[in-house]
């Protein structure tokens, strides 16, 4: 198993609780979305993965990847595993770049921290395919192009192909479509699947049951705790909770005043 979380209780240094007992299992391979409400915990238990929750919170339980523990990982081999073995897709792609410098080069020493020997050319092919990929065409122009000349949706799939390059087992991505338009955004999250094929396996956040069509497994919080979890097809088609299907009607609904 790729990640294995255990009986997972975060809560802050004051004693609320944030997140308990959150326990779930990912597969080499595998999607899951992570889906609630604003305050559910998601964003949470993404940090948590990441060893991102800092001095304010107090995460107690298990999380392996690979079966090493995070929680307690030393510096020196946290350094050998974020950025590489697992990358994280940030919510917000306007502050997520240097506005200064040009999008290609702020690749290039991204990809520089792990892959020192890698040409130039080789990786300006790299960053071309990767954003091929994601549906943009003018990838030289891009590359050569400061953040602030570029939409959100552009940063948002440039963001995603920063944590793409190093070619990750564990992706998190903590709302990664939310610049993206609507009508592209279950495309992009398809694109994002087909990257399971190759081995890599994705932890997805999101508010929208729609965008977690695609995934594997869903796993539905509220308030902290894990309501369910289930294969995609039983959650969307026969949910047994009834925030599950809150969450559901309020997708139709938005859906039909869409229409």
Known sequence: MLLEVKDLNISLTSGKSVAEHISFQLGQGEMLSIVGSSGAGKTTICKAVMGLLGNAYRAKGSILFHGRELLTLPDRERRTIYGKEICLIMQNPMTAFNPSIRVGRQLEKTYRLHHSKTSRKE?????????????????????????????????????????????????????????????????????????????MSVLFVTHDLRSASVSDRILVMDRGQIVEQDTTERILNAPKEDYTKYLLNACRLERREMS
Do not use: H, W
């Open 123 to 199: 990786m300006y092919e790299l960053f071309s395919n990767l954003l091929q990929r994601l549906g943009l065409e003018d990838t030289t122009r891009i590359l050569n192009s400061y953040p602030f000349t570029l939409s959100g949706g552009m940063l948002q799939r440039l963001m995603i192909a920063a944590a793409l390059m190093c070619q990750p087992a564990l992706l998190v991505a903590d709302e990664a479509t939310t610049a993206i338009d609507a009508c592209n955004r279950i495309g992009l999250m398809r694109e994002l699947k087909s990257f399971c094929k190759d081995g």
